[in-house]
């Protein structure tokens, strides 16, 4: 890997692996990541759920944070602005996975709404960052 990437900037490996490490210790690169098939797992279904929370204090707020990392069918979680609080994406064996997993999430946090939006088809997915919008010393 370090020597393909090494071709693509210009580097001989070594040097290339000494700046990977730099973006690592700087905080560029958080972690790396397998990305995996969730078909060839399974989950057959994806989902976005949004949600609206009945109250909005920090501790409700930091409540919600905390217990919906411990929910494993949630991949992202994004606080949001506008008229719903926070998003989810989610992945499911099945449609009827589902109910358990609205079940489960309802006792975190009481919620004054919830709406989900089931993926029919994923046409585009990437995670790479248009890194060629920044330039990194």
Request: aromatic share 6%; with cysteine; charged share 25%.
């Amino acid at each position: 890997m370090v020597t393909a990437i090494g071709e693509i900037v210009g580097l001989s490996s070594t040097p290339c692996w000494k700046r990977i490490r730099r973006m690592e210790r700087d905080g560029y690169i958080t972690r790396k990541v397998a990305l995996v098939d969730p078909d060839k797992l399974g989950l057959k279904v994806s989902a976005f759920v949004m949600l609206q929370c009945e109250a909005h204090s920090e501790q409700i707020l930091a409540l919600l944070s905390q217990r919906v990392s411990e929910l494993p069918e949630i991949l992202e979680f994004y606080r949001m602005a506008g008229d719903i609080d926070d998003m989810l994406r989610i992945v499911l064996p099945d449609i009827g996975a589902f109910e358990a997993f609205r079940r489960r999430l309802a006792e975190v946090v009481p919620l004054k709404d919830l709406s989900v939006r089931f993926i029919n088809a994923t046409l585009g997915q990437t995670t790479a960052l248009p890194i060629a919008l920044h330039r990194y010393a």
